[in-house]
């Protein structure tokens, strides 16, 4: 388990977040976290609207441990607050998903979602300017064509480096409902958005028009029995996805069958144990984030309590079943009544499947060793995350008598908590969202 008791910590802030973690703002809280696919960008969003690009650190000759480090690289108001006319509804500005287009050029394309709004931007630098206008003086302004009794050819002069971060198409007006997932086909031409009853198909030069895949919405509403939680299309399948439920269900689809996949081709539900039935069963079996692995062979899907990994090749129970905090299950009531039983965290897989991660409470965040079996708890705090440091595992205890590295789990601070995590695509690097804090640790090398 070496490689996971040995990150190395650094930890970011968002620009604009109040440095005392007790009087950050609503706003600063960080809502999703993805790398691009060389891992050379990580981009966070938060409730304010607001897109951070963090750029990784060449290595130097001198400095040859700084590599790996990130630092801000670009920060734009991706969303603004809206309001509904017709629905008297409040649209929040807050980030709910980014998602990275593969580099085709010198420019970083990504997706910015809020509860409505899919918008497409560009990222690029730009590091020299042009000079020498005939029609235009040096401030810009028009000048008296009568004036003008020489041609100028226009020169590009040298000018420091500006990242510049512009809206290329917005998608709107296509969801009623609030969107949780957008995902890119690995075609590049298309994406889908799914909110809670629908999922929608749309071409990136397409802005007016969107096809809809799936609608599991009633023809009544009170015939309503669950809710779309996640979707994402397969890595290299361009005609295939899958959605999890608020049921516990995973339905795998293919778009080459119908237009409309309301008919699944897979179903994958694990038997509930009815000795474990309780009155929060339905509740801690909804999925709130499914992801293919990097090979695709496998679904790994989050519930409250479990991270479980199924093989596309058996639908009726998962191969692999991992608890999070189990330790929690004599704590749902009071979970329930403070509402933290509706925390929807995510998970995420290592570069190559053999390792996944995902969230907990107390700024706890937990790592499955696959081949071996093995699993660490592990802290993100700044009293515990000095630069270059290493990380100790944590261990939660139920019962008895405590030790001293232990905490205790009436002890656990539910108000952090670790819902947005990122693992870069080809190396051992995380990026982990404790509330306004991002931080990042990398694997301890020798």
């Known amino acids: 388990m070496k490689c996971f008791s040995r990150y190395l910590p650094y930890i970011f802030r968002p620009p604009n977040t109040i440095f005392s973690s007790s009087c950050h703002t609503e706003a600063d809280i960080i809502s999703t976290v993805e790398f691009n696919h060389t891992g050379e960008l990580l981009a966070t969003g938060d409730k304010g609207g607001r897109v951070v690009i963090f750029q990784r650190e060449q290595e130097s000759k001198n400095q040859v441990h700084r590599r790996g480090e990130y630092n801000v690289y670009s920060t734009f108001q991706s969303h603004e607050p809206e309001f509904d006319y017709l629905k008297s509804l409040e649209i929040e500005e807050k980030i709910n998903k980014i998602r990275w287009l593969p580099q085709q050029n010198a420019a970083y394309f990504l997706l910015s979602t809020n509860d409505k709004t899919v918008k497409l931007w560009k990222v690029s630098e730009r590091d020299k300017r042009?000079?020498?206008y005939n029609l235009k003086d040096e401030e810009g302004r028009l000048?008296?064509?009568?004036?003008?009794?020489?041609?100028?050819?226009p020169v590009l002069r040298p000018m420091d480096l500006m990242v510049e971060a512009t809206p290329r198409r917005v998608f709107a007006n296509a969801h009623t409902y609030h969107i949780n997932s957008i995902s890119v086909n690995s075609d590049y031409e298309t994406y889908m958005s799914a909110d809670d009853l629908r999922i929608n198909l749309w071409n990136f030069e397409i802005t007016n028009q969107s096809f809809n895949i799936v609608d599991i919405k009633p023809a009544n509403m009170e015939e309503l029995t669950e809710v779309i939680t996640a979707a994402e299309f397969h890595p290299h399948h361009c005609n295939t996805f899958v959605y999890s439920s608020s049921k516990g269900t995973i339905r795998l689809c293919d778009m080459r069958a119908s237009a409309l996949c309301d008919r699944h081709t897979k179903f994958f539900e694990e038997p509930e144990d009815p000795s474990n039935r309780s009155f929060f069963s339905e509740i801690i079996s909804s999925i709130s984030d499914v992801k293919f692995s990097h090979s695709g062979r496998y679904i790994m899907t989050r519930d409250y309590l479990t991270v479980k990994v199924w093989d596309l090749n058996m639908e009726n129970r998962p191969i692999e079943t991992y608890q999070v905090h189990d330790y929690l299950r004599s704590k749902l009531c009071s979970l329930y009544e403070n509402d933290c039983i509706?925390?929807?965290?995510?998970?995420?897989?290592?570069?190559?499947?053999?390792?996944i991660m995902t969230g907990s409470y107390n700024n706890f965040f937990r790592m499955?060793?696959?081949?071996?079996?093995?699993?660490?708890?592990?802290?993100?705090?700044?009293?515990?995350?000095?630069?270059?440091?290493?990380?100790?595992?944590?261990?939660?205890?139920?019962?008895?008598?405590?030790?001293?590295?232990?905490?205790?789990v009436d002890s656990l601070d539910f108000s952090k908590k670790i819902l947005h995590t990122a693992w870069h695509p080809s190396e051992n690097i995380i990026a982990v969202a404790a509330t306004n804090n991002l931080y990042i640790f990398q694997d301890k090398v020798n």
Request: proline share 6%.
């Open 368 to 408: 499955f060793d696959r081949n071996t079996k093995r699993d660490v708890t592990l802290e993100a705090s700044r009293e515990n995350s000095k630069p270059r440091a290493i990380l100790k595992p944590r261990k939660v205890c139920v019962g008895g008598k405590r030790r001293k590295d232990e905490i205790s």
């Open 143 to 153: 000048r008296d064509p009568a004036t003008i009794t020489t041609l100028r050819v």
């Open 342 to 355: 509706f925390d929807k965290f995510e998970c995420v897989w290592n570069g190559s499947d053999s390792v």
């Open 130 to 132: 042009p000079e020498g």
